[in-house]
């Protein structure tokens, strides 16, 4: 008995979802602020770097840490000296870089925790 009331429940869930339709992004949230202060090129495109910084910088992270590789173009160093504030040097705060679209995803931001996130740190071992 209990067993059929779920499935029901469930089959009535998912008729209502589909009369409702989706529910998206566009739909009252609002969009980040993206001020890119240092205008240029990346070195990927837009869409790549939404989906995949991450990736990069735990690549060039590893690389780092294992081998001893410093001063890459994925670098943590070398996003904040582009996207950082001009007003602030920082890529923190509200509206700016870094922080305004991970609280739009609702990603905790946990490079800071132990990374500087202004321009201007060189970190020691690092490239002029």
């Not at 205008?39 to 990927?44: P, Q, S, V």
């Not at 690389?63 to 923190?92: D, F, M, W, Y």
């Amino acid at each position: 008995m209990r067993r059929a009331a779920t499935l029901l429940a469930l089959g009535v869930l998912s008729w209502l979802t589909l009369l409702v339709g989706p529910v998206g992004a566009a739909d009252g949230v609002p969009k980040p602020t993206i001020r890119i202060a240092n205008e240029g090129a990346c070195i990927a495109p837009a869409e790549e770097m939404r989906r995949n910084h991450m990736d990069m910088l735990k690549h060039q992270r590893d690389r780092t840490l294992r081998q001893g590789i410093r001063g890459e173009k994925a670098s943590l160093n070398e996003c904040i000296e582009c996207h950082a504030s001009k007003s602030t040097g920082s890529v923190l705060g509200k509206d700016h870089f870094c922080a305004s679209c991970h609280a739009y995803a609702a990603v905790k931001l946990d490079c800071w925790d132990c990374h500087q996130p202004k321009t201007g740190f060189k970190a020691t071992g690092a490239k002029p």
